[in-house]
């Protein structure tokens, strides 16, 4: 079983610093190279999906999260408030607040909906420090969220979507769902008051993935204080579950911020704000692909992806030019030379790398270099062109594939 705490420390992927604080780690080179790829992966799919992102503050007034229901139903989670004059600000321990205001800073017609918003942005939650572990429990979170606020006819659309994007993402990451999770509201005090609210949105959910035909679980007790959710487990190599993905449904915002979209007969309507977020937090998202994958990440994330190895000083030239032409194209490449000892005892150190091109003498006078695949196969001599052609198409077309001739090369 992997502990992403033991890798991620022994790949110089993150470490942590009593200086800075508990539950707040720090991104070495190579772990900020994984996190940097998943971002933009999320980014670029949700930019084809049709999502506009944007940016908010890390900080808001107490008031913000009285209005939108955190502050009642989850400030033990919060941070305490930092006077600032006469006013009290917080750190956010959620986007949603702020969306739903952008959301508000202008009028909308119902021509517009569904509007797509996504943020990759930071959120803090004061987690106790018995609880704090890794990049799984921290206390500084970077979200990858989004919120559509549509009709409620939208509704079903939208989660249909989200689920689609989520179920897309994990083929790429090469990660396993455990199961789907319809969670609902349970006994006790946690939960917004509505009951007419929570029958609409739960029924929402329910008949997205009746109709998807997904396999699903409901939990008591594990709905968002606000509405039902659909959740996304993963489970870890000893079993342990965790989400990871979520969709929501949300009557109540939209009510406590009046926000409003003007309908085809010119009145007011309400919309209906959908919370989905793909990877969840991109801490606990690379944690798992940590442990998922035990540090052999598919190529398209991996920190280094092609490792050259010159057989001798002579080759050094040659490994210097393809590591060039290797950044020219934004493959993320290292030289490992002969000062780093034997090629066998090089092979073995670049492991974890997806791709090895040895340059010897033969290699270096004809152009081309000698690939090893991180699974074992040996391709022989290919010129060089042609090699870094196939891994840019292999890591552009983010599989998890190491070699596949079917995925076409642009010219």
């Keep these: 079983m992997h502990d992403h705490r033991r890798l991620g420390r022994e790949l110089e ?6 200086l800075i604080g508990a539950g707040l780690p720090y991104w070495l080179p190579d772990g900020a190279a994984v996190r940097h790829a998943l971002e933009e992966y999320v980014r670029t799919a949700e930019r084809r999906a049709g999502y506009r992102h944007v940016y908010s503050p890390v900080l808001g007034k107490r008031e913000l999260y009285e209005i939108s229901g955190h502050w009642s139903h989850y400030s033990d989670d919060m941070f305490p408030p930092m006077r600032l004059g006469a006013e009290q600000v917080v750190l956010r321990p959620s ?22 918003m ?7 939650r004061s987690e106790l420090s018995g609880v704090l572990g890794g990049l799984t429990r921290v206390r500084a979170i970077q979200l990858n969220d989004a919120h559509i606020f549509c009709t409620q006819d939208q509704v079903a659309d939208e989660a ?14 090469g990660i396993t769902r455990a199961r789907y999770r319809l969670s609902l509201p349970g006994p006790g005090g946690k939960y917004v008051a509505g009951p007419e609210m929570w029958r609409r949105s739960t029924a929402l959910l329910t008949e997205v993935l009746d109709r998807s035909g997904l396999p699903y ?42 926000l409003h979209y003007i309908g085809a007969d010119g009145a007011k309507h309400r919309p209906v704000m959908v919370h989905r977020s793909v990877v969840g937090s991109v801490e606990r998202a690379v944690a798992h692909l940590i442990e998922q994958h035990g540090g052999a990440f598919p190529a398209w994330l991996a920190p280094v992806q092609l490792v050259i190895l010159p057989v001798s000083e002579a080759e050094l030239p040659d490994a210097e030019a393809l590591a060039r032409r290797c950044a020219g194209l934004d493959l993320r490449a290292e030289i490992a030379g002969p000062e780093r000892g034997s090629l066998g005892a090089r092979v073995r150190e670049a492991r974890l790398v997806p791709y090895q091109a040895v ?7 004809g152009g081309e270099v000698t690939l090893r695949l991180r699974d074992g196969r040996r391709l022989g001599p290919m010129p060089a062109a042609d090699v870094l052609a196939r891994i840019g198409a292999l890591v552009g077309a983010h599989g998890t594939g190491l070699w596949d001739d079917a995925v076409p090369v642009k010219a």
């Design 160 to 173: 249909r979507g989200a689920l689609e994007m989520i179920r897309r993402a994990y083929e790429a990451l």
């Design 95 to 116: 986007l949603c607040p702020h969306h739903a205001l952008i959301y508000r800073s202008r009028s909308h017609s119902y021509r517009e909906l569904p509007l797509r």
């Design 13 to 18: 992927l993150f470490d942590t610093d009593p």
């Design 118 to 124: 996504a943020e990759l942005g930071g959120m803090y």
């Design 359 to 365: 340059i010897g003498a033969r290699e270096a006078a």
């Design 217 to 258: 679980e409901t939990a008591e007790g594990e709905a968002a204080f606000y509405g039902p959710k659909i959740d996304v487990q993963v489970a870890d190599g000893a079993g342990r579950e965790s989400t990871l993905s979520t969709v929501q449904v949300d009557f109540h915002q939209p009510e406590r911020f009046d």
